[in-house]
Structures are given as structure tokens and as C-alpha cells.
């Protein structure tokens, strides 16, 4: 085969945890043969060493809260192929986004002793508010079998086997036995997006959410099965706002029990 | 309902030796006998899959023995709930059926049907190959036999035969259980179906819990099953025995938790395609699919294919889907379904009715897992008797595209 030259791919980071970009190091076995096949030419969590783009494929992982960052997402764009965002920051702005439901000058002031230094955006964004986004891969963090399989896709120049149905559905395939059917216990599994291989419910817990909302999600139809369990709308609140408190069917989820509450 | 039993299936297995006893031989089985039940079937090689309680539920799994059958307990449901509950006596088979299904192993949630590997310019193929491996289902409830039959219809009775379930099917021995007692979401007389197994069992027990004894009266349905039955310590039933099996399956059928009105059932949902309810009903769904992983009869799958990091292994997987997912009718352009009225009418009307067209059977056989495992409790029998009533209110019948998108 003649020598081609290899694929080159980048990792960014935005406002983050780094726990996705971990993901990819914890792909341990997978990562050799990824190096034979693509130049990791940007990782600054692996290595420090920086190839110049264009890159063929960029992971994007963090939202956008800074002015800073909000101009440098455009760069990346401009310098990549492909890109692919990478975790609940990245695809709904993270757990930082509960600062969208509250004006960010307040939470400044508590946490810094000087809050004149801090140039903060008011909200924190999913990287697709701002630019074109070929394929967004959720979870807090991402499941490193679907970042493997994302990158083998691309490799492959295929299509990623990354279904956007219930998480009850991977619980139904392993056998696991419903949590809120059997026990009563509060389950987000229905509307939540598949990926993580239904880990909480196969260990006797509720799905709280964390790969976000699945493609069609009865928010509305989920909350009252949690209220029949007993759920008050203050955790009603809380359980729509965590890791993906921005993405839209839950946003506007917690806001109504929000409003609940004040109501009385 | 009437449902052609494949037969077929259970005549080329098993020697018919000289056995002394016929099929459709009933004989009493001692309850501490069981065991010898099963050590027939692990002398044949067979493996032994049965019910066992397992995350406060009753699944089906690995069993060794009849000790690790759920003794003594029972479960309660209602839609959208489910909760194990103790019995006041020492039953085996003392309640209805949980959330799986013997699909998970017939028709399995994930299997590779072929890989493929790089072989310089071009590239090999190996074909998975079939699963001899003996199975002895434990336990298989009339609903589950007729599941089973519907499935064979789908996957062995077509053009295309799966060569991978044939494998699994033929190598299955299957041991059914008269059901004592129904659930609270069982409809099984209503469709037909139970809760007496008439057919496509090897042996089919019912299971007798007196205050001082403990037994079963044994059916053998195949010769093979026959052949094992002459094995056991059993003997001849006696009158008043047959009588109390009889008793048994008949208080089971008293006690459907649901019933179905079957009449003209398919031309029911086919005259009312624009019925308000499905509007209801498409507000309370979570779209989740819950209710097509747990239906014994569902069999729809998808393929993904994935590749290697080098490019140099390829592997085809069949996996559970479900027509409750916008990616099952997606063609070029978008998602033939994108509501979830229009999945969920999708649903119940191909079990309901364009199953028959398809099948020449209802694909429902009442087992009720739809209900119990719906999150939300939506009822299959439920919405049946809401079609059959004449529309509420006709300024909000659905107006929509051909497909019933609105
Ligand atoms: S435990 Fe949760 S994820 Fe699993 S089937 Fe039940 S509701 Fe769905
Ligand atoms: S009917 Fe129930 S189990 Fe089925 S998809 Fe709708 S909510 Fe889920
Ligand atoms: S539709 Fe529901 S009741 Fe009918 S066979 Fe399927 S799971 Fe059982």
C-alpha cells in the first residue's frame, strides 16, 4: 500500500472536567492501535507535543462561558475536518450551566474574593450554539466503548452506531430487572439517552440522567410517574438539573416545577 | 382466537424408543422428585434455564436444581407495578410471568450473525454458526408457548429461515407449567392462549400444593418427553389428583386480572385509524419501548456493523429494536413516525391486526408484560375498550398526513 499520511486528530478543551478526555486515555488497549492509524496531533492532556493543523478530525470536549473561549471555538472549526463534541459540556453545556438559571454577577461575587479579575460570559453553551457540529456524543462523562466506536466510524468513514433512544432499552437488552417498575424507585431511563449500557438501573438505582435527554422525551409524562412515587417538585427541580440542566426538554422541565414551587 | 401450534417443530426430536408411555400420558410426580426431572435432562447434556429470583423479580436464568426455583413466593401486578410477595405455602411455579421472556434466549437481545477480516487485497467472511448447545426451558407458561409458536411462524416459516434460531429451537426441550394463578395483568383466555398449555411442550406439569402434599400431575406432549417421564419415579394418576390439576388451571382461569374483547378485533383498528384516543394515549407514551423488549412475540432487530480501529475486522450485529424508536422507520429524508401517536398505533395494530394479515395470528397472546413493565401503565386491553367506544369528541379527531403524522 502506498504510504499515506496518517489521519490527524486533535482534542480541545473548553470549560471542563477533563473527565472525557480521560475517557480517551482510559481506552487503554484501543489507544495503541489508534496511534498506529491516526497522529494524535493535539492532546494536551496526553502529551504536550502540537502538530499544526488542519486537523481531520477535532474532539471537542467543554462548553463556552468565556468571551475568550467563544472566539477561540472558531478557530478549531476553522482548522478542523470533522468535528465531534464530546460530553454533557460540550452538547448542553454542562453542570456550569446552572448558571443560566440565575444571574451570574451573584455567584461571582460569593465565590471570588476578586470578582473584578473574572471575565465570565453569562451562560455557559453547548459548543453547537456557536458553531456547526458534525456529531455530538453525549454522557458526563462519555462511554469510552462510543468514543471508540465514534473514531472507528470516522476511520471507517461510516456512520457511528450511536442510537439517540431510552436508556430503558439497553436495560431491557441486558436483562436488567426495571428499578421503578419492581422497587418504585425514580428512574429518568425513559427519557434519557442511551450510551451508558443502562449501568445505574443494572446496579438497583435510578438513571439520573447524565447522557442526557433521549430523541424524543415526554418530560411531562415522566415527572408525573416520579410525582405518583412520591417525588416533590423541589427535587422534581434538582433531578432536571444537573449535568445537562441546559438541554432544552429538561430546562424547561425543572422550570416548571420551579414555578410550581413558587406558586405554592 | 385460534392459533396453529407448530407441531412440526417437536416430531424429528428425541428417539421414539420403546417407551412405555404414550404422549398424552398424565402421571403424579412427587414434588421432592423434581429433581429427578432435571437430572434426566443434565444426563442428555441439556442445559437448565428457569425462573429464579433475582433483583426482586422473578427472571429467567441458569438454574441446577429445583432448589434454586422461586419456592414459597409470588408476585403482584398492576399496571405499571410490579412487587414479589411471600406465598403461604411452598409453591415452585406459584406465580405468573416476570419481565423477561424466553426470546432472550431463543431470539437473543444482541448475537453476531458474521465477521468478516482482511485478507490482503480482498477480504473473509465466517458466518456465525448455530448454537447446538441442548436447552431445557423450565416453567413455560401457555401465553409463552404460544409466543414461541408465533415466533417460529416469523423466523421458520418463511421464505428466509434463521438459521441461528432453528439451531436454538430445535435443541430446546420445554418443560411447561399449568398456571395456578393469574396475574393481575394476565388476559391469556381472553386471546386464547392459557392458561392451559395444549400444545408445543415436551412434558407440561401442574402443580398441586395440599396441606400435606406436594405434587405434580405430568402431561408428556412429545415422545422424547414421554421417554423421560417413564424415567421418573412417578406412577399412574389417580382420580382425585386429576381432579384437583384440573381445579388448579381452572381457578387460574377465574382469576384474569384483564380481559379483551376479541370480536372483529382487526377490523376494529382498521375502521378507526382516526380514533381521538390514539391522541390520548400518544400523551401519556414515553415512546420508551419498554413494552416491545418485554412482548414475548416482538421480534423486530436491527444490524449495525462496526469496524476495528485498523481497519482490518468487521462484525455484524443483530439487536433488539423496537418500533417505538425514530430510527426504525427512518428511510432518506427523516422518520416515517416521528410522533409517538403514530408509534404507538403502529404498535398495538400490528399486534393487534396487521399481524393477522402477516401471521395469520393475533400477535398478542395476553401475557400482560406490556402493561406491568409500561412505566406509565398504559393498558393494551385499556385501549381496545376506549377504540370500541364511539368517538368523545370529533372536533379533535386527527387530521394528519398519510401516515398519520399530525
Ligand atoms: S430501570 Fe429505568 S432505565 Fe431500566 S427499564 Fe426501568 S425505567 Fe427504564
Ligand atoms: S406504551 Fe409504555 S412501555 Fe411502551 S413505549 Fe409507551 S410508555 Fe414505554
Ligand atoms: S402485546 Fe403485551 S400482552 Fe400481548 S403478548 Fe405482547 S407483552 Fe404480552
Not at chain 1, 451562560?123 to 457540529?133: C, D, G, L, M, N
Not at chain 1, 425543572?254 to 414555578?259: A, N, Q, V
Not at chain 2, 423450565?138 to 416459516?157: P, T
Not at chain 2, 434460531?165 to 407449567?177: D, G, N, S, T
Request: hydrophobic share 35%.
Amino acid at each position: 500500500m502506498a504510504k499515506k499520511q496518517k489521519p490527524k486528530l486533535a482534542v480541545w478543551k473548553f470549560a471542563s472536567c477533563d473527565g472525557c478526555q480521560l475517557s480517551l486515555l482510559d481506552c487503554e488497549d484501543q489507544l495503541l492501535p489508534l496511534t498506529e492509524r491516526i497522529d494524535i496531533a493535539n492532546f494536551p492532556e496526553a502529551s504536550r507535543a502540537v502538530v499544526k493543523g488542519p486537523y481531520d478530525l477535532s474532539l471537542v470536549e467543554g462548553s463556552i462561558s468565556t468571551p475568550h473561549d467563544a472566539e477561540r471555538i472558531h478557530q478549531v472549526r476553522r482548522a478542523s475536518k470533522f468535528l465531534v463534541t464530546i460530553g454533557a459540556c460540550a452538547t448542553a453545556g454542562g453542570i456550569q450551566a446552572l448558571r443560566n438559571f440565575i444571574d451570574v454577577k451573584d455567584f461571582i461575587s460569593i465565590v471570588y474574593a476578586t470578582p473584578a479579575y473574572i471575565d465570565t460570559l453569562k451562560k455557559s453553551t453547548p459548543i453547537a450554539e456557536h458553531i456547526r457540529v458534525d456529531f455530538e456524543l453525549r454522557g458526563c462523562p462519555i462511554n469510552k466503548e462510543q468514543l471508540v466506536e465514534v473514531v472507528s466510524a470516522f476511520l471507517q468513514g461510516r456512520k457511528p452506531n450511536v442510537r439517540p433512544h431510552s436508556v430503558c432499552m439497553e436495560c431491557k437488552r441486558r436483562g436488567a430487572v426495571c428499578v421503578m417498575v419492581a422497587h418504585g424507585t425514580p428512574c429518568l431511563g425513559p427519557v434519557t439517552h442511551a450510551g451508558c449500557g443502562a449501568l445505574c438501573p443494572a446496579y438497583h438505582r435510578g438513571c439520573y440522567g447524565c447522557f442526557g435527554p433521549m430523541e424524543t422525551p415526554n418530560t411531562r409524562e415522566m415527572s408525573a410517574a416520579w410525582e405518583r412515587l412520591g417525588v416533590k417538585q423541589k427535587d422534581l427541580v434538582q433531578i432536571y438539573r444537573s449535568f445537562n440542566a441546559y438541554a432544552e426538554p429538561f430546562y424547561s422541565e425543572s422550570r416548571i416545577h420551579e414555578s410550581k414551587i413558587h406558586q405554592g | 382466537m385460534n392459533f396453529p401450534l407448530n407441531r412440526a417443530m417437536m416430531a424429528p426430536r428425541g428417539s421414539v424408543t420403546e417407551t412405555a408411555l404414550k404422549v398424552g400420558t398424565l402421571r403424579m410426580l412427587e414434588g421432592a422428585s423434581l429433581d429427578r426431572l432435571f437430572g434426566a435432562l443434565s444426563k442428555r447434556g441439556y442445559r437448565l434455564l428457569g425462573p429464579a429470583v433475582r433483583e426482586g423479580a422473578i427472571v429467567f436464568d441458569e438454574i441446577n436444581s429445583a432448589a434454586d426455583l422461586p419456592a414459597g413466593w409470588t408476585d403482584e401486578q398492576e399496571g405499571g407495578t410490579y412487587r414479589l410477595k411471600k406465598r403461604s405455602d411452598d409453591a415452585l411455579f406459584g406465580y405468573a410471568v416476570g419481565p423477561h421472556s424466553w426470546k432472550k434466549f431463543l431470539h437473543p437481545p444482541a448475537e453476531r450473525l458474521w465477521q468478516a477480516d482482511r485478507k490482503g487485497k480482498t477480504f473473509e467472511v465466517t458466518e456465525e454458526k448455530p448454537d447446538t448447545q441442548k436447552t431445557a426451558f423450565i416453567g413455560v407458561r401457555s401465553c409463552d408457548l404460544h409466543a414461541i409458536a408465533i415466533q417460529d411462524k416469523v423466523f421458520l416459516n418463511g421464505y428466509y429461515v434463521d438459521p441461528l434460531y432453528k439451531a436454538r429451537r430445535e435443541h430446546a426441550f420445554i418443560v411447561a407449567v399449568n398456571c395456578g394463578q393469574a396475574g393481575g395483568t394476565c388476559f391469556c383466555v381472553s386471546m386464547g392462549a392459557g392458561p392451559k398449555a395444549a400444545a408445543g411442550f415436551d412434558l407440561a406439569l401442574t402443580e398441586v400444593c395440599e396441606p400435606e402434599r406436594h405434587y405434580f400431575v405430568v402431561e408428556a406432549g412429545t415422545d422424547l418427553g414421554a421417554e423421560i417421564l417413564a424415567e421418573l419415579p412417578g406412577r399412574e394418576v389417580e382420580g382425585r389428583e386429576k381432579a384437583a390439576a384440573e381445579d388448579t388451571v381452572a381457578s387460574a382461569a377465574q382469576q384474569m386480572g384483564r380481559y379483551m374483547d376479541t370480536t372483529n378485533i382487526k377490523e376494529l383498528l382498521y375502521q378507526n385509524y382516526a380514533h381521538p384516543r390514539w391522541d390520548t394515549v400518544a400523551a401519556r407514551c414515553l415512546t420508551c419501548a419498554n413494552c416491545t423488549m418485554v412482548c414475548p412475540t416482538c421480534f423486530c432487530t436491527t444490524v449495525e456493523d462496526v469496524t476495528d480501529l485498523q481497519g482490518e475486522h468487521a462484525e455484524r450485529w443483530q439487536k433488539w429494536d423496537s418500533c417505538f424508536t425514530k430510527d426504525f422507520s427512518y428511510i432518506h429524508g427523516g422518520s416515517i413516525r416521528a410522533t409517538s401517536k403514530a408509534r404507538y398505533r403502529q404498535w398495538m395494530t400490528h399486534k393487534l391486526a396487521t399481524w393477522f394479515d402477516q401471521f395469520g395470528t393475533s400477535g398478542c397472546v395476553g401475557c400482560g408484560r406490556c402493561i406491568t413493565w409500561c412505566p406509565v401503565a398504559i393498558d393494551i386491553t385499556e385501549e381496545v375498550r376506549a377504540i370500541r367506544q364511539a368517538p368523545q369528541s370529533p372536533k379533535s379527531s386527527p387530521v394528519g398526513d398519510k401516515y398519520g403524522n399530525s
